[in-house]
């Protein structure tokens, strides 16, 4: 049976660790930089921002700061003052697990509808899961001529408890969202489906994620398996969370909005005879909108009044007799076909 709290494997599974962050911040500039086109629309102001996506941009750059921050504290040769550089790690990895829980907060209040008994719960929550984020930066580090920076105080029961306020929030958010998709909506719309098919697959993930990171906290094998799943739950809830906020932009911006005005050229006017309807132009004006609830179409239709009929244009909207058309042209008899 391995000895967990044996010098030789600590240093084996602190060896682990430093790899293994490496790779994590390799997966996660792989995902911000193939995701980057979405955010330049916005700095770029191709797209009009919105301020739910403050939380968004806040998440995505709060964790590749403090990648970059681990990856210095792992690999620094030269004294450096290690205290500050753990302080603003914890600072920026704690704010983007408390970030990505509020992506995904804010998905859930759009499909209740922001209605007041779902969103003032939801940002109570929210609140108590800061306060605690915000204890947990606490943490003591010292330079050491041999290992570099180290960990030398850190409070195990603050984070653990930390951990699993993030696991029941994501799995009470994943529950509210599940229970509307599925008996909420009479019918499901194409945005409906949407959020049902990936949503809350990235609830999901979300949720194992801390699961995974309480389960080792909770077991306490050692300082270094202790806290080596708090990264990895970091980097999943983000990429979900930022992932599922995009998703849903695009879907809606992207989807189809015509609208036919009544001037320039633009309206879609039917003179005809339909439906008995003598006399009278119709004029459509359709509208096609996508919003939180799906397509929406409205329709107007506009009535000429009567008191055109006396006016010089017939029935198929054209000029009654020669003196009002000066293109007109009398029809000869030799034009009229004979009867049969």
């Known amino acids: 049976m391995v000895d967990w709290s044996s010098p030789l494997e600590i240093q084996k599974d602190a060896a682990a660790f430093g790899k293994l962050m490496h790779c994590l911040l390799g997966l996660y ?34 964790l590749l700061f403090a990648l970059i921050g681990i990856a210095i504290s792992l690999n620094v040769t030269t004294r450096v003052d290690c ?15 408390g970030l990505a829980s509020i992506n995904l907060s804010l998905r859930t209040m759009a499909v209740w ?12 929550v929210i609140m108590g899961h800061w306060s605690l984020l915000l204890h947990g930066v606490l943490v003591k580090a010292e330079w050491d001529d041999a290992a570099g920076c180290l ?94 906020v995009r998703r849903l932009n695009k879907f809606t911006s992207a989807g189809p909005e015509v ?5 320039q050229g633009s309206t879609l ?3 005809s005879n339909m439906m008995g309807s003598r006399g009278k ?12 609830e799906g397509v929406h179409v409205q329709m107007e ?22 003196m009002y058309d000066p293109e007109a042209q009398h029809i000869h008899d030799e034009f009229k076909s004979p009867p049969y």
Request: charged fraction near 10%.
């Open 83 to 97: 205290q500050s550089l753990y302080t603003f790690n914890a600072l920026t990895g704690n704010a983007a697990i």
């Open 151 to 244: 960990i030398t105080g850190t409070d195990s029961k603050l984070l653990a408890a930390t951990f699993i306020y993030s696991m029941a929030f994501d799995f009470v958010v994943l529950v509210l969202t599940a229970y509307k998709l599925f008996f909420g909506n009479a019918s499901r719309s194409r945005l409906v489906s949407l959020i049902f098919n990936d949503g809350l697959i990235y609830f999901a993930i979300a949720f194992i994620a801390n699961l995974t990171a309480t389960v080792f906290m909770l077991l306490n094998l050692n300082p270094i398996m202790s806290i080596i799943c708090n990264v990895p739950a970091a980097i999943a809830s983000s990429i979900v969370a930022c992932r599922a």
């Open 281 to 292: 132009g119709v004029t459509s004006k359709v509208a096609t909108n996508t919003g939180s």
């Open 259 to 263: 609208y036919a005005s009544t001037t």
């Open 29 to 62: 500039i792989w995902e911000w930089f193939t995701s980057l086109n979405f955010d330049w629309q916005y700095i770029s102001g191709n797209k009009k921002f919105r301020w739910p996506l403050i939380f968004y941009f806040l998440n995505r750059y709060c």
């Open 113 to 124: 509808h922001q209605s007041w008994f779902v969103v003032v719960p939801l940002v109570l």
């Open 269 to 271: 006017a039917f003179r």
């Open 301 to 322: 239709t506009l009535q000429i009044s009567t008191a055109n009929r006396n006016s010089g244009y017939d029935e198929s909207g054209n000029m009654k007799g020669d």
